[in-house]
């Protein structure tokens, strides 16, 4: 089993920046690939970036390239999303994911966290 814990969401205006963090614990993640997804109010949960258990393979969506940042520090057991240069359409709850088989642009969650809020005013 592993357990997510997200962190790092809140409040921002739009153009500003947010760091979100998932630390991991239970068996370890460092062959997993990792992800992260967001659902907007209404909408459905969208995939946003992954990355491979080496982080030599990152994966984004189109509309946060440029913006956003995934990383991960196998030794802390926690992943990070950067954020950058928020918009109000990136309002949404952040979920963190793993996938034991370690796919990127192929990535199947295997375990969830419970999500973070962001919210970016315009």
């Known amino acids: 089993q592993v357990q997510l814990v997200e962190s790092g969401g809140g409040l921002v205006q739009a153009g500003g920046s947010l760091r979100l963090s998932c630390k991991t614990s239970g068996r370890t993640i460092s062959t997993y690939s990792m992800g992260w997804f967001r659902q907007a109010p209404g909408k459905e949960r969208e995939f946003v970036s992954a990355?491979?258990?080496?982080?030599?393979?990152?994966y984004y969506i189109d509309s946060v390239k440029g913006r956003f940042t995934i990383s991960r520090d196998n030794a802390k057991n926690t992943v990070y999303l950067q954020m950058n240069s928020l918009k109000p359409e990136d309002t949404a709850v952040y979920y963190c994911a793993a996938d034991g088989g370690g796919g990127v642009t192929t990535f199947l969650a295997d375990y969830w966290g419970q999500g973070t809020q962001v919210t970016v005013s315009s």
């Open positions: 990355i491979s258990w080496s982080g030599g393979n990152i």
